[in-house]
């Protein structure tokens, strides 16, 4: 009887281990020979009319903690280096923002926004802590913390750039635009200023 239940738990320790084997094998498989394809297509092209009036280089820190007691550790952290040009979209001014009083033309200058931000996508950096049951989770669900990162970073990068009142007041931009109005006015013969 001793025979059969030794005989019994060995056969059974034995698959176990196998099966931990394989299991560990499909979820920290070395990936074979990859394939990349890269293609381009252009969805859309648009002439752009900005008046760039501020490039802000910065750097931002996204942080995701999604750790529980019961799955363990799940944290990530996104760093990089971000530039932000704020300015003016020309096309948003019309013949109503332009006002000639003899040799002066008043300019209404559109509200001034963030135009652009650009990521420095060779300096991203990203650092993460899981335990191995959220790694088995995330591989079985198919998520990917460093994509929930990415999609976060634009909008973290705006609200941060705006609490951080990182751009010009409107007063000095128009300022700024008004200490060029004289090369404007050596070559129309007018007077401009921007208001």
Do not use: C
Request: hydrophobic share 45%.
């Amino acid at each position: 009887m001793l025979k059969k239940y030794s005989l019994f738990v060995t056969v059974a320790l034995s698959i176990s281990v196998i099966a931990i084997i394989v299991l560990l094998s499909v979820v920290f498989k070395s990936p074979g020979e990859k394939k990349v394809v890269s293609t381009l297509e252009i969805l859309r092209s648009e002439q752009l009319v900005f008046l760039v009036t501020d490039k802000i280089v910065t750097q931002v820190i996204v942080h995701v903690d999604n750790s529980h007691w019961l799955t363990g550790t799940d944290r990530a952290l996104l760093y990089t280096i971000v530039t932000i040009y704020y300015g003016v979209d020309l096309k948003k001014l019309t013949e109503d923002d332009l006002e000639r009083r003899g040799d002066t033309v008043f300019v209404d200058v559109p509200e001034p926004q963030i135009l652009d931000i650009s990521v420095d996508l060779k300096n991203i950096q990203v650092f993460e802590s899981k335990s191995g049951l959220v790694r088995l989770v995330d591989l079985l669900k198919g998520e990917n913390t460093v994509l929930d990162l990415l999609t976060e970073f634009e909008i973290s990068s705006r609200k941060l750039a705006e609490d951080a009142q990182m751009f010009p007041s409107r007063e000095k931009l128009l300022s700024n635009l008004n200490s060029f109005a004289p090369l404007f006015s050596e070559q129309t013969g007018l007077i401009i200023i921007f208001r």
